[in-house]
């Protein structure tokens, strides 16, 4: 019940998007549930997990400025900060802390690994993390791009975007 609660907010956007093709609804509609979401924490546990805050905190940052300025390229990257975002926490403790964040929060449940692929471990995440990032930042990119072929037969490249 807990994993259909943490996704529910998913869920309402991408069933608000496929049943109206609107991107603009679709990020109000997640505002909405995510907030609620939040709300909903507080209320029942006390206190709001942070990965969950952290969530929350982009979508309405971002899902604010797909609002205010109608275009959706502004919640189509928040995919790509989370996973930076994610990339960087991991690398920084790792290699500034001198800690293997992963380590801290599942030794207990496997204990006995080496620090040696606690290491490959968190650079293999980061690595991923920041290839979806990029996988991310090029789809939406190319999402919002369109190739125009010039009089000339060269191919010119034009932004969709007011802000690209």
């Known amino acids: 019940m807990k ?9 309402i956007f991408v069933g608000a998007w496929i049943v109206t093709k609107d991107i603009i609804l679709a990020t109000g ?18 206190f709001v997990d942070k990965k969950l805050l952290f969530t929350w905190i982009l979508v309405i940052l971002l899902g604010g400025a797909t609002l205010a300025l109608r275009d959706p390229i502004f919640i189509q990257w928040k995919v790509s900060i989370v996973n930076w975002l994610f990339a960087s926490i991991l690398l920084g403790f790792s290699y500034f802390k001198g800690s293997y964040l992963m380590k801290d929060f599942i030794e207990e449940s496997m204990p006995g690994i080496p620090d040696k692929a606690w290491k490959n471990a968190t650079n293999l995440m980061s690595i991923g993390f920041i290839s979806i990032g ?14 125009i072929v010039t009089d000339s037969g060269g191919i010119q490249e034009e932004a969709t975007s007011q802000f690209l």
């Not at 994993?3 to 869920?11: A, C, H, S």
Request: net charge positive; aromatic share 12%.
């Open 3 to 11: 994993q259909f609660i943490t996704l529910l907010p998913v869920l």
């Open 29 to 46: 509609a997640l505002m909405i549930a995510l907030t609620l979401q939040v709300a909903y924490e507080k209320l029942t546990k006390g």
């Open 134 to 147: 990029l996988i991310n930042f090029i789809e939406t990119y190319m999402k919002n791009c369109k190739f």
